[in-house]
Nanobody, 121 residues
Framework: QLQASGGGLVQAGDSLRLSCVASGRTLSTVTMGWFRQAPGKEREFVTAISRSGGLYYADSVKGRFTISRDNAKNTVYLQTNSLKPEDTAVYYC?????????????????WGQGTLVTVSS
């Protein structure tokens, strides 16, 4: 089970840290990803961290967002900096049991409930 939190209403240029706590499975044994879905749009890949700690980012967030994992807390974080209005979306964390990183939402096995990030201009 995955539980995402940390969303909120911020202004452009602000930062937020999203958290995803897992129960029942050690996060270091799966690929963990963050996806987002804006109103009227498809769910899109944001970032992922592989089992070995490799980091992968969508071009739209590279240099602004950082994914990290705390194995002791079984938690994955998404640090979002320099937020833009186009970053407004529901952000979901997800787990993939595959041994390699994938960027397609339908390939992920487990999903959190989502946390809303709203960025005002």
């Amino acid at each position: 089970q995955l539980q995402a939190s940390g969303g909120g209403l911020v202004q452009a240029g602000d930062s937020l840290r999203l958290s995803c706590v897992a129960s029942g499975r050690t996060l270091s044994t799966v690929t963990m990803g963050w996806f987002r879905q804006a109103p009227g749009k498809e769910r899109e890949f944001v970032t992922a961290i592989s089992r070995s700690g490799g980091l992968y980012y969508a071009d739209s967030v590279k240099g602004r967002f950082t994914i990290s994992r705390d194995n002791a807390k079984n938690t994955v974080y998404l640090q979002t900096n320099s937020l833009k209005p186009e970053d407004t979306a529901v952000y979901y964390c997800a787990a993939d049991r595959a041994s390699y990183v994938r960027r397609t939402a339908t390939e992920y096995d487990y999903w959190g409930q989502g946390t809303l990030v709203t960025v005002s201009s």
